[in-house]
């Protein structure tokens, strides 16, 4: 066997949330397009994700589930949903998150909790539910979307950040616990990157450009540039990486 048999997927089986657009859309086309057939969660459609991973030659299908608003038997039957389809779960990737960004003192309870049901409380349940599948089969990986947030807290996003330091520990903690098992458990921290969410900063173009000077690789993130990463998480090559939060923000934390 070859060093890149090791970023072979084939025969795996994924869930990605959030895989309508953006990063998650990014992650779910690079799973399939590394031999792993791909469920595809969202509230919006997936029908363009499904098509470039059928297009890879895998099979997709698409779960529509709003995890705002998901209650935890709704999240167990995402879940068994997926298990039932293919008979195991192998790769999890917790991508779907929310923003509302608010000065700290305005920020309001019904923001407050639609990024903790988004980014924190549907992120755990998942997880948990998806480990116990994973042991039963002898192992699995969960990969979770962080944020560089989560380590210097940004401007104007303070509810956001502390879900983002929660997922930081989630992994961390779940990774502790779930390695023995043959679980591994491990994160992306992104930087700034050119996605919807984060609309009101790429819109404007004075806000853009003061942020893409900061940057040291002077370019905002786009989605692709976190594909590699996912796939080797999700690989044999990461079987030995528990834990850990790789920060891809082109040098933002390090200035």
Request: one cysteine or more.
């Amino acid at each position: 066997m070859g060093v890149l048999d090791l970023f072979r997927l084939d025969g795996c089986t994924a869930l990605v949330t959030g895989a309508a657009k953006g990063i998650g859309a990014a992650i779910a086309t690079a799973l399939g397009e590394a031999g792993a057939d791909v469920a595809c969660l969202d509230m919006l459609s997936c029908s363009e994700t499904e098509s470039k991973i059928l297009a890879a030659g895998r099979r997709a299908f698409q779960i529509h589930c709003d995890l705002q608003t998901a209650s935890l038997s709704e999240l167990r039957a995402v879940v068994r949903q997926v298990v039932d389809h293919w008979g195991r779960l192998d790769i999890l990737v917790n991508n779907a998150g929310i923003t509302r960004p608010n000065p700290v003192l305005s920020i309001s309870e019904q923001d407050f909790e639609a990024e903790v049901g988004v980014n924190q409380r549907a992120l755990f349940f998942l997880s948990q539910e998806v480990a116990c599948q994973m042991v039963k089969h002898g192992g699995g990986k969960i990969i979770n979307i962080a944020s560089v947030n989560a380590f210097n807290g940004g401007l104007r996003v303070a509810s956001y950040a502390g879900t983002k330091g929660a997922v930081a520990g989630f992994t961390r903690a779940f990774a502790v616990e779930l390695a023995e098992k043959g679980v591994r458990v491990n994160a992306i921290a992104p930087g700034f990157t050119e996605t919807d969410n984060i609309r009101n900063l790429t819109s404007d173009p004075v806000v853009y450009e003061d942020i893409r000077s900061q940057i040291p690789a002077r370019r905002w993130g786009k989605p692709q540039d976190y594909q590699g990463a996912a796939v080797f998480l999700a690989s044999r090559a990461a079987d030995y990486l528990d834990g850990s939060i790789l920060v891809i923000d082109g040098g933002w934390l390090i200035r």
